[in-house]
């Protein structure tokens, strides 16, 4: 049974940072695609960032510059570091993975086939 549990979120105030972690089991990890994505009340699940089997990524423009994207294989986990953050940031945060490589377009929800129960991240003004 695939599992990939989320944690970290929580309530900070603008220009504060978290740290998202992302623990992925019951399926063969290998370092395979991951990425995490976000979903704000009345909006659609957008694509936050990806990494690769090879280790490329791929950001957000909303982002860049303010999130770092990382994993430990050895740990199964993935992390989301997020520094500046604003009150824009805040969503639910997903966890997602692919059986393999990443989709083409890397930061396409539709192309993975792993989610994890989300952690709420919220800043405040």
């Known amino acids: 049974q695939v599992q990939l549990v989320e944690s970290g979120g929580g309530s900070v105030q603008a220009g504060g940072s978290l740290r998202l972690s992302c623990v992925a089991s019951?399926?063969?990890?290998?370092?395979?695609?991951m990425g995490w994505f976000r979903q704000a009340p009345g909006k659609e699940r957008e694509g936050v960032v990806a990494?690769?089997?090879?280790?490329?990524?791929s950001y957000a423009d909303s982002v860049k510059g303010r999130f770092t994207i990382s994993r430990d294989n050895a740990k199964n986990t993935l992390y989301l570091q997020m520094n500046s953050l604003n009150p824009e940031d805040t969503a639910m945060y997903y966890c997602?993975?692919?059986?393999?490589?990443?989709?083409?377009?890397?930061?396409?929800?539709?192309?993975?086939?792993?989610w994890g129960q989300g952690t709420q991240v919220t800043v405040s003004s």
């Open positions: 997602a993975a692919d059986r393999s490589w990443c989709p083409a377009r890397k930061l396409d929800k539709t192309g993975y086939d792993y």
């Open positions: 990494i690769d089997r090879d280790g490329s990524t």
């Open positions: 019951g399926y063969p990890y290998e370092g395979n695609c």
